[in-house]
């Protein structure tokens, strides 16, 4: 059974951190590239971070480039996203996502498919 289970999710205040993890079971992980999206209430779902099976690639959305780290240890089946700097506007549920396409995605616009691996979404809340 393949699992995608985000954590580390919660309330912060502007200008703070936090580190989710994506902890991936049931499935070859470090054969796949892994995303991370958020979506806020009323919004589309964006793109926020990807990064290619070795993790010797990876790909920010501009309005968290600096910020944000993707990264992996496929030791541990566990994706991460380190968050600094954090803002009101990075308020979002954030999920993890394994693509299945084939062949691979373009990971710097795949907007997701109901079809891939999707975690079930952890909140992020930026107030003060």
């Known amino acids: 059974q393949v699992q995608l289970v985000e954590s580390g999710g919660g309330l912060v205040e502007p200008g703070g951190s936090l580190r989710l993890s994506c902890t991936a079971s049931?499935?070859?992980?470090?054969?796949?590239?892994m995303i991370w999206y958020r979506q806020a209430p009323g919004k589309e779902r964006e793109l926020v971070a990807a990064i290619t099976p070795t993790g010797s690639l990876a790909h920010y959305a501009d309005s968290v480039k600096g910020r944000f780290t993707v990264s992996r240890d496929n030791g541990k089946n566990t994706l991460y996203l380190q968050m600094d700097k954090l803002k009101p506007e990075d308020t979002a549920v954030y999920y993890c996502?394994?693509?299945?396409?084939?062949?691979?995605?373009?990971?710097?616009?795949?907007?997701?498919?109901?079809?891939?691996?999707w975690g079930q979404g952890t909140q992020v809340t930026v107030s003060s």
């Open positions: 996502n394994a693509p299945l396409t084939d062949p691979p995605p373009d990971l710097t616009a795949y907007g997701g498919s109901p079809s891939d691996y």
């Open positions: 049931g499935f070859p992980f470090s054969m796949y590239a």
